[in-house]
């Protein structure tokens, strides 16, 4: 290339970031008129009304507040896109996916942004929606060794106020990115959204992990990874999960919902909450967590929730198991369900209301004991059989 085409490049370049400079101020000057607006004719813009019915006394508290969504495909870049909407301070995006034309039922790409980065399309669409959102864009897989370390520091040294962020939200499809996001989040005890959508697109889940206080993404993991099943050998050709734009978006309404819950501290936040579009079913549940977690640091996090006076466990008062209801026992009565076998080696044990474990650990036979107790001083049966010729 000459130097003068390079010179008529550079010129092209600075017209363009002038032109997007000038988009931007505009739509700043924009929403600060439509603001001033809607003080006077509109409290239902935004997160304004929230304030004017009473139910939270500062909205504005969110424009302090950092998010990081890991994921900007189906779930989350609706995800994204409310929350910029709702006047975030500060999203972190996470993702090394390209745009392709089959993300078109994401309800926010467009056909222009095929090829894309994204974390880069999804930029430009919030800046224009909210300017005054701050974006900051992470291109790279989380998974990797390397890259794992750059997201911790991320997510631990990227608030607005320089340190961890406020909340994160997995929006990813795969297990093994929701335990790398399980694994970081229990290392800075940092509370986290899990979400996901079913395979065949009609239900999804959300579940709020609290370190220590609520179960792990390792603490319960999913049959098919516990069954050493291969997720990967599960993706069919022509099909992408999670690809109807209903199911997508009430996953992520049910997400931003509890977000905005949790933060600004109205309402009650669901530990898990379920979506089944087939009967319109929505299961809601805590998951306890595990004691024999494989994560070393839910195991860490167990033990100082454990620690904390009773009055500080959100979890132990009012979410905790019924009891017996007489204290005093003096005889030890106690009651037993009949019509179930009794039998340990065949219990299933229930992690949470409406959920059993698939297996349980096979009860280990003493051989030993059993050739002891059959082993007799009387006669074999040789001598049992030759008696009975003598008669």
């Known amino acids: 290339m000459s130097e003068i085409e390079k010179l008529r490049q550079r010129i092209k370049d600075l017209e363009q970031q002038l032109l997007e400079s000038q988009c931007k101020s505009a739509a700043r000057e924009k929403i600060a008129q439509m603001s ?8 239902y813009s935004r997160l304004m009304a929230l304030k004017r019915m009473g139910i939270v ?3 504005e508290k969110i424009r302090e507040l950092s998010v990081a969504i890991v994921g900007v495909g189906g779930v989350g870049s609706v995800t994204a896109e409310m929350l910029t909407r709702c006047g975030i301070g500060k999203l972190i995006l996470f993702d090394y996916d390209k745009v392709e034309l089959a993300n078109m039922n994401r309800l926010f790409f467009q056909p222009h942004q095929a090829g894309q980065s994204k974390v880069e399309a999804a930029a430009k669409t919030l800046q224009s929606i909210n300017p005054d959102v701050e974006i900051e864009t992470h291109n790279y897989n989380i998974t990797t060794v390397d890259n794992f370390y750059n997201f911790i520091d991320t997510i631990s040294t990227s608030s607005l106020l320089g340190g961890p962020v406020d909340l994160v939200l997995s929006c990813v499809d795969n297990f093994e990115a929701r335990m790398t996001i399980n694994t970081a989040c229990n290392e800075l005890n940092l509370k986290w959204f899990e979400s996901g959508v079913s395979e065949n697109a009609v239900s999804g889940h959300i579940q709020f992990i609290i370190p220590g206080e609520s179960a792990c993404f390792a603490c319960a993991p999913p049959l098919v990874v516990a069954a050493n099943i291969d997720e990967k050998t599960l993706k069919r050709d022509g099909v992408c999960a999670a690809s109807l734009p209903t199911t997508m978006g009430i996953v992520a309404g049910f997400l931003v919902q509890n977000t905005l819950k949790y933060l600004l501290g109205f309402g009650t936040t669901s530990y898990y909450l379920g979506y089944n579009a087939m009967q319109d079913f929505f299961p809601t549940m805590i998951l306890r967590p595990n004691p024999n977690c494989d994560d070393s640091y839910c195991r860490q996090r167990q033990a100082e929730y454990a620690a904390k006076p009773k009055v500080e466990q959100t979890l132990s008062v009012a979410d905790a198991d019924e009891g017996a209801i007489h204290e005093d026992n003096e005889w030890g009565i106690s009651l037993i369900d009949e019509t179930e076998s009794i039998n340990e080696g065949n219990a299933t044990s229930e992690i ?28 074999s049966l040789e001598e049992l059989m ?6």
């Not at 001033?36 to 409290?43: A, G, L, Q, R, Y």
Request: glycine content about 4%; hydrophobic content about 25%.
């Open 57 to 59: 006394n500062n909205y």
């Open 352 to 379: 949470s209301t409406g959920i059993k474990l698939a297996y349980t650990v096979p009860q280990v036979v003493n051989t030993e004991s059993q050739e002891q107790v059959t082993k007799s001083d009387g006669p």
């Open 386 to 391: 030759a008696q009975m010729k003598q008669i």
């Open 36 to 43: 001033s607006e809607v003080v006077d004719s509109n409290p």
